[in-house]
């Protein structure tokens, strides 16, 4: 194992995702029942990073997982040989009902040590968000272990952790196959997530400039992309998920806080996206929206303006970084019974600000 293993909530289940060094086959044992990582019944070993779904009641119930791990000597079409098997078990804490309290880290482009320090800053969480342009790009496979290495420091593998990318994640030479790397559901990534009694859909606004910039060289189709997520949040709405019982709290995490006109040629998709905001404002109502993407830190409440689009809800934008300096600042946010508290901190263990939103 490269690092600790990590635990993404995707829709009803978990991906339980383990970065390796070597060629090795995975599996997750969960009590009595094992979970392999495997392709239609062949076990996978020419990996970089195994990826274990488990339902997410199960793990919320055991509390703990083990993962067991099977060396590749040499694999052959018959007689493969393989090495030791190792078991390491990792205690899980599922996030409990009521007052929670989580991180949101984005834009990190590459930094790994200093997110780690601006979450203890906060203190205590029950889950990490994470929420896009984590590696600088994805032009090589390595790159992603950034994520890996962030979230295992933050969380080791004994809390869940919410994914969804951001514009940088796609570019580069491996950007076609980040979602082998990444949490998804079926390949997708947009999805919605359920943490304790919260209910979540994480969007992906995928690219900040249109298709034909030429900075693309016709490398990308994200408006057909977002077209198909239009659909995907109808779908979420006929389906009345976020309905279900037990769910107190609706949230949208989101990299691009797409409810803002960007200027220039950032100016993209005020169509698509106004139609974002009006479908989860008049039916999914979510309390908050948890963005990233303008490394800075701020609150846009309504009507304020930024406001240009018609916002669903308060979004919280929270996250900053220093290219050049070893600096990060993220925020930490508590979902109270009828407040959002959210307090911005840095590497260097400031707060610098906290911010009441009722509900
Ligand atoms: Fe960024």
Not at 223 to 235: D, G, P, V
Not at 265 to 275: K, N, R
Not at 326 to 344: C, L, M, N, Q, T
Request: glycine fraction near 6%.
């Amino acid at each position: 194992m490269k690092t600790e293993p990590v635990v993404f909530a995707v829709h009803d289940t978990y991906h339980i995702m383990v970065p390796v060094t070597t060629e090795s086959m995975m599996w997750v044992k969960i009590g009595e029942k094992e979970y392999y990582d495997e392709s239609n019944g062949i076990m996978r070993s020419r990996t970089r990073i195994h990826r274990m779904i488990v339902p997410r009641k199960e793990l919320n119930e055991a509390k703990s997982y083990t993962i067991c791990e099977e060396e590749i000597v040499e694999r052959k079409a018959y007689y493969t040989e393989t090495g030791e098997i190792t078991e390491t078990t990792f205690a899980f804490r599922p996030v409990k009902n009521g007052p929670v309290r989580c991180y949101h880290i984005s834009d990190t482009h590459n930094k790994s040590v200093e997110p780690v320090q601006a979450a203890k800053t906060y203190g205590e969480i029950d889950f990490l968000i994470m929420n896009g342009d984590i590696p600088d790009s994805s032009d090589k496979i390595e790159y992603f272990d950034t994520i890996y290495e962030i979230a295992a420091g933050v969380t080791h593998g004994q809390i869940p952790v919410v994914f969804a990318r951001g514009n940088h994640d796609l570019r580069g030479l491996c950007a076609e196959m980040i979602a082998d790397y990444t949490p998804n559901e079926n390949g997708l990534t947009y999805y919605s997530f359920r943490i304790g009694d919260i209910w979540g859909i994480a969007l992906d606004c995928a690219e900040d400039k249109d298709d034909t910039s030429v900075e693309y060289g016709h490398t990308v189709r994200c408006h057909a992309f977002r077209e198909r997520q239009t659909a995907f949040i109808k779908r979420v709405i006929a389906d009345k998920e976020y309905l279900e019982p037990g769910v107190k709290r609706r949230i949208v995490v989101v990299h691009n806080p797409f409810t803002m006109r960007h200027k220039g040629i950032f100016d993209i998709e005020t169509e698509t996206y106004s139609e974002w905001a009006r479908l989860l404002k008049e039916h999914i109502k979510p309390d908050v929206m948890i963005c990233g993407h303008m490394h800075y830190l701020d609150i846009h409440m309504p009507g304020c303006e930024q406001d240009n689009l018609g916002q669903p809800c308060p979004v919280i934008v929270g996250a900053t970084v220093k290219y050049k300096e070893p600096y990060f600042a993220g925020a930490g946010i508590e979902f109270g019974e009828d407040e959002v508290v959210v307090s911005f901190t840095d590497n260097e263990g400031a707060t610098l600000g906290v911010h009441t939103i009722k509900l």
